[in-house]
Structure formats: structure tokens, C-alpha cells
């Protein structure tokens, strides 16, 4: 079945600093891809989305480009700040009704 | 609008026992999916609710059931409960026939199974 598969965490940065978490896929096809976060007693938000290959989700600084030739959705923020700490996770579509599946997600702490 | 509400936060249980969670989903929303996040793991899809029916499953064992209600909230039954079962149980609303990013969740109630 169609699978995600992201880098394991905690990934800690100081302020400022650049941020990539790499995320690649298995899928039949070409299924959207979206970055969610979670912050501690939240639900989970979707931060960006990319429908279709080549496609770049971006939001609040935050970038992942859908590559299909890598089967990658890697997020990037050019700076990170303290408010940026939460648990992110990459997904994709599943085929059937909204359903969505997840990779075990990475921790983000970024320290002042 | 309060959003994707869930109840109760927390709550702990004894192996063996059965568990009730419930869940109230965005105004508008009609369908109600469940997801199991384990700790350190991702969400896992369960099932999801529309039209009062199980639409779709994942790859749960019997012991988790649920039911939807006419004003659309839903309940999450889990029957014979194992120490494995304790995780953060997300709920997800949507309109029926969107797509699955425009879902909203829930925060959550966390289960101790001791």
C-alpha cells in the first residue's frame, strides 16, 4: 500500500537557522502530498499542500516542492523561529474517501 | 465556530475494559474519520463516518467500532481494551465528497490503557 517515510527526530536549530526535513513516498501514482504540523494540545494543522508533480506548497516561510522523479516532498524554511517547535508531519492521499497517511513525524525544537 | 471538539481530554482504563470517545465536528461538516497516534508514531487511519454508516476502514481489529449520530457527531467504541491501545485518538471532519486536506481535527483525547 502507499507509504511515507520521513527523517527521524528531534531535529534542533537555533534561531535563524535553515531548516530541511526530508520526506519521499510510495505510492501507485501520483497522490497530493501535504506537510501537517502539531503543536503540544493542538490538533493538527495542514501547513501546505502540492496536488500534482512539480507543484510547490509554501506557507508562513515554509516550502516543500513535489518531486516525482524522487518521489520527495522535502519541507524548508529559510529561518526558523522559537514559535516554529512542534511535530511535523509529512502525508499523502490515499485512494477512497479523505483518508490520509501519515509518516511517524519529526520533532522541531528550535532554541533562542 | 469551536471547531472539531473532542471528549473527554484524557482518561485512563484497565486492560479488559471498554472505552467510549466522542467527538463533535466542525459546523457544516457531515463526515467524521478517526485516526490512533500511537506515541512517536504517525496517525492511522481507522474509520470514517457518513451518512450514519462506516464508509471506510483501515486496518483496525473488530474491537473498534463506531457510530454516528443525526446531528453528524460520531463515537469511537473500543472493546477488550489492550495495553497497545493506548494513544492519542484524533478526530477529522469534513463536507462528504471533499478532499482530504480540507479535513479538520480535533485535539485529541489521550488514552492510558494500564
Known amino acids: 500500500g502507499n507509504s511515507v517515510t520521513q527523517m527521524e527526530g528531534p531535529v534542533t536549530l537555533s534561531e535563524e537557522a535553515f531548516l530541511t526535513i526530508n520526506c519521499t513516498y510510495t505510492a501507485t501514482g501520483y497522490p497530493s502530498l501535504f506537510w501537517y504540523v502539531q503543536y503540544p494540545g493542538e490538533g493538527l494543522q495542514l501547513l501546505l499542500k502540492a496536488t500534482k508533480a512539480d507543484d510547490k506548497g509554501s506557507n508562513k516561510g515554509f516550502e516543500a516542492t513535489y518531486r516525482k522523479e524522487t518521489t520527495s516532498f522535502h519541507l524548508e524554511k529559510g529561518s526558523v523561529q522559537v514559535s516554529d517547535s512542534a511535530v511535523y508531519f509529512c502525508a499523502l492521499e490515499d485512494t477512497g474517501f479523505q483518508k490520509l497517511v501519515f509518516g511517524t513525524g519529526t520533532r522541531l525544537l528550535v532554541s533562542p | 465556530d469551536a471547531g472539531v471538539t473532542q471528549s473527554p481530554t484524557h482518561l485512563i482504563k484497565t486492560r479488559g475494559q471498554q472505552v467510549t470517545l466522542r467527538c463533535s465536528p466542525k459546523?457544516?461538516?457531515?463526515?467524521v474519520s478517526w485516526y490512533q497516534q500511537a506515541l512517536g508514531q504517525g496517525p492511522q487511519f481507522i474509520f470514517q463516518y457518513y451518512e450514519e454508516e462506516e464508509r471506510q476502514r483501515g486496518n483496525f481489529p473488530d474491537r473498534f467500532s463506531g457510530h454516528q449520530f443525526p446531528n453528524y457527531s460520531s463515537e469511537l467504541n473500543v472493546n477488550a481494551l489492550l495495553l497497545g491501545d493506548s494513544a492519542l485518538y484524533l478526530c477529522?471532519?469534513?463536507?462528504?465528497?471533499?478532499?482530504?486536506?480540507?479535513?479538520?481535527f480535533g485535539p485529541g483525547t489521550r488514552l492510558t490503557v494500564t
Open positions: 477529522a471532519s469534513s463536507i462528504a465528497g471533499g478532499r482530504a486536506y480540507e479535513q479538520y
Open positions: 459546523s457544516g461538516h457531515d463526515t
